[in-house]
């Protein structure tokens, strides 16, 4: 049987929550407080607006904001802050905040079936940050990015043909939204992790919950193409389920 395995980037292998923290107190030193409140209002207006991140867009309309209120006053000072701004934002160190066994359990995977990244994010920004956290060399080069993935499973098909998928994600809704189109081909795994940690999930389950993305190391190539399988004591951090 032909596997392959679609890892999701943001709080499943990087603590995005962590690093967004961190990138917080980095504007804030940069732009003041102020200046960090107003970026972060941008990106989650522009979120709102469009349904995804898009941090180009953010720092284009934080430049924009600026440039109407003339801060700071000095033209030269406004141009050095929004490189500054650039490089901070572009050049952010996110190999620093991946979960641990993040990469073991992509090398782990890759033993066993084709591995790849199936992100959502703006097309500038996002591809950036998975090569930066070393990610793409981690699945050698196998990333798609989309605006919102569920819109696009037929050219992760196309892209990746298999028998069988199994799909490892944070977002409950997510996994809900891919197994109603692609039904008995897919396993889906819920890492608990990130803002759904502690999610109520709504039926249908996903056939398997791991505490951490280290936990997948665990579980077998047959683990993630068989369903209802009983629990080993080797795999007490994984909830199993049926679909």
């Known amino acids: ?6 890892f999701d980037v943001d709080n499943t292998l990087l603590d995005n929550d962590r690093a967004k923290r961190a990138l917080d ?12 409140a107003r970026f972060w209002g941008d990106y989650e207006a522009i979120r709102a607006e469009t349904g995804m991140v898009n941090i180009p867009l953010t720092m284009a309309r934080y430049d924009e904001a600026m440039e109407e209120g003339a801060e700071p006053a000095d033209p030269g000072a406004r141009r050095r802050q929004r490189f500054a701004l650039a490089d ?41 940050k998975i090569w930066r956290a070393g990610l793409d060399h981690a699945v050698a080069g196998n990333v798609l990015v989309f605006d919102h993935k569920i819109d696009h499973l037929a050219e992760v098909v196309a892209a990746f043909p298999a028998d069988h998928y199994v799909l490892v994600e944070d977002k409950p809704d997510i996994l809900r939204e891919t197994r ?33 993305i280290g936990d997948l190391l665990t579980l077998g190539p047959g683990d993630l193409t068989a369903k209802h399988i009983p629990l080993t004591p080797a795999k007490a951090a994984c909830i199993l389920r049926g679909p």
Not at 1 to 6: C, D, I, K, N, P
Not at 89 to 118: C, K, N, Q, S
Not at 186 to 205: C, E, H, M, S
């Open 180 to 212: 109603s189109q692609l039904g008995e081909r897919l396993t889906t795994v819920f890492v608990r992790q990130g803002k759904y940690a502690d999610a109520v999930l709504a039926p249908p389950p996903p056939d398997i919950e791991l505490a951490t």
């Open 25 to 36: 107190a980095r504007l804030a030193e940069l732009l003041g407080a102020a200046g960090a």
């Open 88 to 128: 901070l934002v572009m050049g952010f160190p996110y190999g620093e905040f991946l979960y641990p066994g993040a990469l073991d359990a992509i090398a782990y995977a890759r033993t066993f079936a084709r591995v790849a990244i199936l992100s959502e994010g703006d097309p500038t920004f996002q591809p950036s």
């Open 1 to 6: 049987m032909e596997l392959t395995v679609l």
